[in-house]
C-alpha cells in the first residue's frame, strides 16, 4: 500500500509564494519519479512538476521559472516550491508518485491540497 501525505496549500495573493510538500510511505521503492499536478473544476489535470530519483525535472511551460521542484529521497518526500504566483495558478494541486515518465499504470495520487491566488 502507497500513501501520500500532502501539505503546504492555502491562499495567497498575486505574485506572493507557497512551498507544498508531498510525503510518501509504504511499498514505494520501485516508484521512482514523484511529482504535482493541478486541477480545475470543469478541466483536466495537468503536469505541473516531476523529479526522478536521480534528479531529472520536467516543468510545465506555465511554471517554468517561478516553481521548483525538488524531492529528499531520504526522507521521500517531494516539494513544489511556487513564486510569483498568478491567479491562473489557483487550483486543487496533487502528489503523484510512478515508476518512471512515461507509465500510466501503477501511479498513486495524493488527496489533493488547494491553492488559491487572490489578484
Known amino acids: 500500500q502507497v500513501r501520500l501525505v500532502e501539505s503546504g496549500g492555502g491562499l495567497v495573493q498575486a505574485g506572493g509564494s507557497l512551498r507544498l510538500s508531498c510525503a510518501a510511505s509504504?511499498?514505494?521503492?520501485?516508484?521512482?519519479?514523484m511529482g504535482w499536478y493541478r486541477q480545475v473544476p470543469g478541466k483536466q489535470r495537468e503536469l505541473v512538476a516531476r523529479v526522478a530519483s536521480g534528479g531529472t525535472t520536467i516543468y510545465a511551460n506555465s511554471v517554468k521559472g517561478r516553481f521548483t521542484i525538488s524531492r529528499d529521497n531520504a526522507k521521500n518526500t517531494v516539494y513544489l516550491q511556487m513564486t510569483s504566483l498568478k491567479p491562473e495558478d489557483t487550483a486543487v494541486y496533487y502528489c503523484?508518485?510512478?515508476?518512471?515518465?512515461?507509465?500510466?499504470?501503477?501511479?498513486?495520487w495524493g488527496q489533493g491540497t488547494q491553492v488559491t491566488v487572490s489578484s
Open positions: 509504504g511499498n514505494i521503492v520501485s516508484l521512482n519519479v
Open positions: 503523484n508518485l510512478a515508476p518512471t515518465f512515461f507509465t500510466s499504470a501503477n501511479n498513486y
